[in-house]
């Protein structure tokens, strides 16, 4: 049986996040959104909270008919976290599933900064997104299933830039989400 993982920022969830969820849960036993409380590439942390990442999250697959299970063990752990210990702490909660890694292809780039990037690679199997088709030199030995046809190019930072300048990305996020946005007053928005 296959668990497939996902974890990101989600600052805010996009119709991208929800493109790729629609995608894997076709080829999953199991998935698992994983909200980080901060990447180690990235100098900030995520505008928004904990709490309003995981409600956001919650409004995206909403709709959505499958049990998709929203992990916080990341956002609440008081320690620095690397994709390595996810995923043994994935395979502590899930030890009868074969673990899928599902990224984005821009996330491809930095891998070999990875902490323990050649372990991650013997302990999942890679289900990669690539947004701008663009092509990327990977760490040899990599296994990489890529998504085909995968036409969508939002990022979370594009939507924050444009609630920020006053503009609502209707087209960027779900309504749901969108609402949530406008009634929380998150990422500058102003009424």
Request: aromatic share 12%.
């Amino acid at each position: 049986m296959k668990l497939y993982f996902f974890g990101g920022s989600f600052d805010p969830p996009h119709r991208g996040h929800l493109s790729i969820i629609q995608s894997c849960i076709m080829e999953s036993q199991q998935f698992v959104l994983i909200p980080v409380k901060q990447s180690p590439f990235k100098e900030q942390p995520p505008e928004a909270s904990a709490y309003h990442r995981i409600r956001m999250l919650k409004l995206l697959i909403s709709k959505i008919d499958y049990p998709i299970t929203i992990d916080d063990w990341e956002i609440n752990n008081p320690a620095p976290n690397y994709t390595y210990d996810t995923i043994r702490h994935l395979q502590t909660d899930y030890p009868q599933y074969d673990l899928c890694m599902v990224i984005g292809g821009d996330q491809l780039t930095s891998f070999h900064n990875w902490k323990n990037y050649g372990e991650i690679m013997d302990l999942v199997q890679i289900v990669a997104f690539n947004r701008k088709k663009s092509e990327f030199k990977y760490p040899e030995g990599m296994q990489i299933s890529w998504v085909k046809d995968f036409q969508v190019d939002i990022s979370s930072r594009l939507v924050r830039n444009k609630i920020t300048a006053g503009h609502l990305p209707r087209n960027d996020i779900t309504l749901e989400v969108l609402e949530y946005i406008q009634s929380n007053h998150l990422y500058g928005y102003l009424e």
